[in-house]
């Protein structure tokens, strides 16, 4: 275990350089190739060109933009870096936003493994049959259906018609441990607010998770099946083990591409949460994104990418310690 | 009946594959006995049904395969009698791996890479009653692999597949097919993957049991060699039939089905210059349109007017010894 | 493979093609009902206008002021004004038709408007023979600078000129005649002078003016359209039958006392100071309090707010505001509440100045913050004692002596809380436009000195230091400047209310809840209007979703009273019922937006630098296809540089009133001589927007037929708002938003020549005769 250790040890210090790597040529797409923002951040054609100049100087837009970086990525990370365009500090926004996508992805993520791998072994099990070709055609629709067709017809359902959900505010409860309500509401039992939580969340995710239910369903489906073919197979039978602990072993073979592709799908997620967001009305990292890129505020948005860089590299180092915990195998 | 004291016995066994291309006709009304206490091999070329055969005994053959009709019944006490083609599923479960248990060629290919050779040897004697959890097993492991000459087993317990040697995995197969104090070890060319001096440490060790533990073992195998040193009985199975059995002595000294002779020609006998290999002419034929009468006449040199045309019935010509063959049929002889 | 496989291939087959055939259904059903993007930022969403005709004036007056003149030829622009007669202006006159002899040179442009003729031209010109029908003459004379004059080219868009680089200095004369001048009625008819020359050269193209559109549930009583304060919700009402629907925050719902709007966005600050939108702006006009304000949708007549009578000097440079009393200030973060005085109101002012933020602009290019004082109310009346403060208001056009006096004329007397007096660098006749626009609302300033962690218990230095706002320079020690100053963090969070509601909570992206505020100085007005102590909205929230087919379903379910919808999808919600009961939603024109829509032409280069090029593409523009395409219906024609509901708006006497017309447009190029093969014509606009890629689309189609190549292409809005800021573009489609309401607001930036006079003069003669001599002169 100590050699896991090292590896961890290692692979935290090569999120530094990532990290960097990553805002800076976020930031280099966003700040240098459009125009000088000055203009449009002190009202655009109404911009008065005292404020101009006040924002230019204020976020050095005249300066190199390996200066203007490091301007950014110092304000940004002792927390005073301002956004013009929003006029609260980048953090804040960060902080705000951040709970309502971790709560979004949590309960995806969930779904994904709820529904998506018991899809999977289904129809690994009922292969052939009317069964599995249905799953499998479900499957196959998860990863075609663009999401936001999906997302309005299930509104059209499930709000319009018949009042179940929301479409407004995310529910929060006045006592604060993580900042995140799912999580809060469980560690304090409170399971009033965890419905309204859920209640809120459920469709949203839902629609977010389904592409990935699809991907997982028919990757379980193969790795269940590859793993079923596998030569000690044979043997489990031939020692008379029962049949659960036959798939027993045979899920674990299978998990380790499963474990690698969910953690894939957790960066997909991420990723596909902005339209999810917009249309549900969430606020959240996803919709914060869109929305800064939109009104060129390109400093609340690479600071929304380095907190999504460094969630997808952490799920990423789970995976791979995961790995190493499933598959002895694998050596680091 | 060969056997006073028989532990298998198998009256015209018939399995047949159904594949894309056809049916394999693989196992063509196989008869044997085997005794208590007694080594049984099963010779012939690969592909001639010597592993279909020893799995059929369980019933452990799988789709596409299926075993068409035939009796076979297990003795695991002398006087009791279990029919193996009545058993139910879960009836056969618990004779699999606990009476009955397997050895298999490539002792990689019987292990979970990701389990450790403890758990193996645990959840083997768990889920057949003997120890009341895995975990208990676990502790019980150590004991397992050193009866079967693992060094250093306590380790081992721990240790995963890819961490140890092809001999240490056969050993620790065999410690896990062990375990349960089986009545019958079917043992499927359980050397063919190793190296000759592991070969011959795992075969001493097979001797070893047979002759302490009183184990019987149904040894498959096409190292003519290995079956002089271990065989009791010898079965010369060729394309899905039985051609000849006899005792092993008997079998070495006067081969009588054309096969046979084949096959102990084959074998090279001096090492020296200028000693050519006798092969058989001709190849294993196809089973889904085997040829008509005996299996064996396209590459008989002996063949002649009834071999293409009903197949020789196994009769026995000597004490104990059985063969299928037109040349010897006519002369008479007990079945 | 086994042997069942052939069962599972069908099974598969089956399942595939019902699911397919689902599918194709599902997309056709979708296809039926498409949705286009809301409008971007840069137009408004749904706000209406008033009715307002086209020549509205304020009062036919009998007399107008005489104010002395005060002559000054230095090389920066000078502007004098000397008025020594008044004669009786005539309220209406018919034209037959309305004369407009455009400039030529050694020439004045002579402009009939509906009160008067505006004469315009160089010093020594010559008037041309015309009849003045017994309408007085305004005369405008100007000599140019030619030193202080840069090129154009050299001049900023927006800024210093306008976006076309376009240049006339009979134009700019008027223009900054009429910036300086405070007379009203004078004004007026300047500015419909501008308006006609704005349509004769047509430097920009003018595509159309918005036409508001209210979309609401039928429960809802008594909205009205103010295009830049927006609604007071306090004046709104419901059916009490309205159906309560729950929203699914916290136990809010949507009942007969809450208002609820479901809209897109987010305020961009909650600091007055910052915000330069308009749904900051709607939020400032409820919780907040301006120095004047406009009654409902009126845009003409100011009436008082937190100022209960206002008086200025003689030529319009300084202002006085007398404060009313007993406004209060309500905190909602702390629960704690602060009284209003004189020194609150210069300290908001002076703080909007001193932050520089956006809006800043609007009180520093004209206001000398640090010049300005406040001062006790007897201090005022010794003031007022000598005779040099006048005052317009009502029918009171003249002197005031005293105090007691001037709260007379306004009619007031309630308690007042000191009086501010500003310094104006120049005469502006727009000052209390700009005074009623909601950034302007007063902050208390102990709120900040309680709250804002570098200024907490700094308070009693800080009014020391400024001698209790006399001197408001001694502020800049206390309040810094930009995006991080501790205060403008400080309000951007946590806003405070004089207002009829307050804000109570919000969820940044989220909602916005307001409430109404218990501490509201004019609550008497509540208890006129539904008599109690209290509006009938007792809380408002804002629902913000930037998805227009989530807000459609929010308001079709009732979550919201109204909403933001686009314009093509209104005709789809037009009339939904509401289950259950006879309630339905409205779609209502509801006046006409003073939001506007232009093509920029380069002026500077071929072949937009001659004018019949310019005509000839006007008529070559198919208006009523582009009204009806992409607007859906709610855009209607514009003639010149001032929108409807403005001051100087007046169609009557626009030399060309610009339809499709190709025939004619191909005659105009041909009478102007340019052979159109040989220029290329590329349209830019702002990437993302779809309503303005289709108006090119529909230009390039019809102005290629008059032989030019044209070509469209989109940028993003920084990029093209880079590229524009010079003239080195070909056209470009834009809008303009008014900031406040007058007509400066749009003639200043958009026609503005940059012209820098050594001689600016202006007055009022009965005479041609008269007339010609103060020209030459």
């Known amino acids: 275990m100590a050699e896991l250790r090292r590896f961890i040890i290692r692979r935290l210090i090569t999120f530094v350089p990532t990290l960097i790597g990553v805002t800076f040529i976020v930031y280099l797409i966003a700040a240098v190739v459009p125009a000088n923002p000055a203009r449009l951040w002190a009202g655009g054609q109404k911009a008065n060109q005292q404020v101009v100049e006040m924002l230019i100087k204020e976020y050095h837009l005249n300066q190199p933009f390996y200066i203007q970086y490091y301007y950014f990525m110092k304000g940004f990370l002792e927390n005073t870096m301002v956004s013009p365009v929003t006029g609260y500090k980048v953090w804040h926004e960060i902080k705000v936003y951040m709970p309502v996508t971790v709560q979004l992805t949590l309960i995806s993520f969930v779904f994904i493994v709820l529904i998506g791998i018991p899809l999977g072994i289904i129809s690994a099990l009922k292969k052939d049959t009317w069964i599995d070709a249905t799953i499998r055609v479900i499957a196959l ?104 602990q036959m798939y027993r072993h045979v899920l674990k073979n299978a998990m380790v591409p499963i474990v690698t592709v969910l953690g894939l799908q957790f960066g997909g997620l991420l990723a596909g949460a902005p339209i999810t967001e917009t249309i549900f009305g969430l606020p959240g990292i996803g919709r914060f994104m869109l929305t800064s890129i939109y009104s060129s505020d390109y400093l609340s ?18 995976v791979d310690i995961l790995y190493a915990v499933i598959d002895p195998r694998v050596r680091y | 009946m060969r056997c006073k004291d028989p532990i298998i016995v198998v009256k015209d066994l018939y399995v047949n594959f159904y594949t894309y291309a056809g049916v394999v006709k693989a196992i063509n009304g196989v008869s044997f006995e085997i005794c208590r206490g007694e080594t049984y091999c099963l010779v012939g070329e690969t592909g001639c049904g010597k592993s279909v055969t020893s799995r059929a005994l369980t019933r452990l053959i799988k789709s596409p395969g299926r075993i068409e009709k035939g009796e076979i019944y297990f003795y695991p006490e002398p006087g009791k009698k279990i029919d193996i083609m009545k058993l139910s599923d879960e009836e056969i479960r618990k004779i699999r791996g606990y009476d009955i248990a397997y050895i298999f060629q490539d002792p990689s290919a019987s292990l979970d890479p990701l389990y450790t050779i403890g758990y193996h040897v645990a959840e083997t004697m768990a889920f057949h009653g003997v120890v009341q959890s895995i975990k208990e097993g676990i502790k019980k492991a150590a004991q397992v692999l050193r009866l079967a000459k693992m060094p250093d087993p306590e380790s081992r317990v721990r240790a995963f597949p890819h961490e140890l040697s092809g001999g240490m995995k056969q050993r620790a197969v065999i410690g896990m097919s062990l375990a349960n104090r089986p009545k019958l070890l ?36 096409h190292n003519m060699g290995l079956v ?26 006067n081969p009588l089905h054309p096969y046979t002779r084949g096959l102990m020609r084959a074998v090279p006998k001096h090492v020296g210059k200028n000693v050519t290999l006798e092969s058989i002419p001709g190849t294993v034929p196809n089973l889904i349109f085997p040829p008509p009468g005996c299996r064996f006449h396209p590459r008989c040199p002996y063949r002649f007017d009834p071999c293409d045309k009903k197949r020789p019935p196994l009769i026995e010509i000597e004490k104990n010894h059985k063969v299928a063959c037109w040349l010897y049929a006519k002369e008479g002889g007990k079945r | 493979m086994s042997s069942s496989r052939s069962r599972g291939l069908s099974a598969a087959a089956w399942a595939s093609i019902i699911i397919i055939i689902i599918i194709v259904v599902g997309v056709a059903a979708w296809a039926a009902t498409r949705h286009h993007a809301a409008r971007t930022t840069t137009s408004p969403t749904t706000t209406t206008s008033s009715t307002s005709s086209a020549t509205s004036t304020t009062t036919s007056t009998s007399t107008s002021t005489t104010t002395t003149s005060s002559t000054s030829t230095t090389t920066s622009t000078t502007t004098t004004k000397t008025t020594t007669t008044t004669s009786t202006w005539f309220a209406h006159y018919v ?9 030529k040179n050694g020439y004045a442009a002579v402009i009939e408007t509906s009160k008067a003729f505006v004469v315009v031209g160089p010093v020594g010109s010559k008037i041309p023979n015309f009849n003045n029908k017994g309408k007085p003459i305004i005369v405008v004379k100007f000599k140019v600078n030619k030193t202080a004059t840069k090129p154009p080219q050299n001049l900023t868009a927006f800024n210093t000129i306008n976006p076309a680089f376009f240049r006339s200095y009979y134009a700019d004369a008027l223009i900054l005649a009429g910036r300086y001048e405070v007379n009203p009625v004078i004004r007026s008819q300047i500015y419909q002078a501008v308006y006609a020359l704005s349509n004769y050269y047509e430097p920009l193209l003018w595509l159309g003016q918005y036409i508001a559109v209210y979309n609401y549930w039928s429960w809802v009583h008594g909205r009205y359209y103010q295009p830049t304060l927006g609604e007071r919700f306090d004046l709104i009402t419901e059916d009490p039958n309205a159906p309560k629907v729950p929203l699914g925050i916290g136990s809010y719902e949507n009942n007969a006392t809450t208002y609820v709007d479901i809209t897109f966005g987010w305020p961009q600050s909650f600091d007055p100071a910052k915000d ?6 709607l939020i400032f006009h409820n919780i907040g309090d ?11 007549k100011l009436i008082p707010d937190l100022a209960v009578a206002w008086a200025h000097n003689k030529n319009g440079t300084i202002w006085y505001f007398v404060i009313r009393g007993n406004v209060k200030a309500y905190d909602p973060w702390h629960n704690k509440v602060y009284t209003i005085n004189a020194t609150d109101v210069l300290f908001t002012l002076w703080r909007i100045a001193r932050l520089n933020l956006d809006p800043s602009w609007m009180i520093t290019t004209f206001i000398n913050v640090n010049a300005s004082t406040v001062m006790t109310e007897s201090e005022f009346n010794k003031i007022l004692s000598t005779g040099t403060v006048y005052v317009d208001y009502g029918n009171y056009h003249g002197k005031v002596t005293s105090l007691s006096q001037l709260l007379k004329i306004f009619n007031y007397s309630g308690p007042t809380a000191g009086v501010v007096e500003l310094k104006l660098y120049k005469p502006y006749g727009a000052i209390l436009d700009i005074l009623a626009d909601p950034f302007t609302m007063v902050i208390p300033m102990k709120y900040l000195f309680d709250n804002v962690p570098q200024l907490k218990g700094k308070y009693a230095q800080a009014l020391k230091d400024s001698d209790y706002g006399r001197n408001p320079a001694a502020w800049a020690k206390y309040i810094g400047t930009g995006e991080q100053e501790p205060t403008h963090q400080y309000l951007h969070k946590y806003p405070i209310a004089t207002g009829p509601y307050y804000i109570k909570e919000y969820k940044e992206n989220s909602y916005i809840v307001l409430h109404y505020n218990p501490y509201y100085w004019n609550a008497t007005l509540w208890q006129k209007l539904y008599g109690q102590k209290a509006p009938e909205h007792k809380l408002v929230i804002f629902l913000l979703n930037n998805d227009p087919v989530t807000r459609i379903e929010i308001l079709k379910r009732g979550q919201a009273d109204y909403g933001a919808i686009p314009l093509d999808r209104l005709k789809d919600i037009e009339g939904y019922q509401y289950p259950g009961t006879n309630f339905k939603i409205i779609v209502k024109k509801i006046g006409l937006d003073p939001t506007i829509l232009y093509v920029v032409f380069d002026t500077v280069k071929p072949p937009f630098n001659n004018p019949l090029v310019r005509e000839a593409l006007a008529y070559a523009t198919p208006y009523k296809q582009i009204y009806q395409i992409v607007y859906a219906g709610y855009m209607t024609y514009l003639y010149g540089v001032l929108p409807a509901g403005f001051i100087g708006y007046n169609n009557q006497i626009v030399p060309f009133k610009y339809t499709f017309n190709l025939t004619k447009a191909m005659e105009l190029i041909k009478k102007s001589g340019i052979d159109p093969s040989k220029y290329t014509i590329e349209i830019w606009y702002n990437t993302g927007n779809s309503e303005r890629m289709k108006i090119a689309t529909l230009l390039q189609s019809t102005w ?25 573009f070909s056209t470009w489609i834009v809008g303009w938003a008014p900031d406040y309401i007058d007509p400066d607001d749009y003639a200043g930036p958009l026609f503005y020549g940059g012209t820098k006079f050594s001689v600016l003069q202006w007055n009022v003669f009965s005479s041609i005769s008269d007339a010609q001599q103060f020209l030459s002169s």
């Open chain 3, 704 to 728: 290629k037929r008059l032989g030019f190549t044209v070509t469209v292409k989109s940028l993003s809005w920084p990029t093209l708002l880079e590229e524009t800021l010079k003239p080195t």
């Open chain 3, 95 to 103: 034209y037959s038709p309305p004369l407009f002899i455009p400039p």
């Open chain 2, 186 to 221: 079917i043992a499927d060319e359980p050397t063919t993957a190793l190296d000759v001096t592991i070969q011959a440490q795992i075969m001493n060790f097979l001797k070893e049991l047979k002759e302490k533990e009183n184990l019987t073992l149904l040894l498959i195998t």
């Open chain 2, 228 to 253: 002089a040193e271990m065989c009791d009985t010898v079965a010369v199975m060729y394309a899905g039939e039985i051609v000849e059995e006899a005792p092993v002595e008997e079998l070495f000294k």
């Open chain 1, 141 to 244: 629709l998860g990863v075609s259906v663009p999401i936001f067709w999906l997302a309005y017809l299930l509104i059209f359902l499930f709000f319009t018609k018949l009042g179940w959900i929301t479409l407004s505010g995310t529910p929060t409860p006045p006592y604060s441990i993580t900042g995140i309500p799912l999580i809060d509401s469980i560690l304090k039992l409170d399971w009033r607010t965890f419905a309204e939580v859920i209640k809120r969340y459920w469709l949203p995710a839902l629609v977010l998770a389904y592409p990935g239910i699809g991907v997982i369903a028919r990757l379980v489906r193969n790795t269940f099946l590859d793993a079923l073919g596998s030569d000690f197979v044979d043997y489990i039978d031939a020692r008379g083990l029962p049949r659960n």
């Open chain 3, 290 to 300: 301006t120095l004047v304000t406009y009654w409902k949708s009126s845009t003409t």
């Open chain 1, 301 to 318: 948005m690479v600071g929304g990418v380095f907190v999504i860089a460094l969630i997808y590299m952490t799920v990423n180092l789970i």
């Open chain 3, 276 to 281: 330069y939108e308009t749904f900051g702006w």
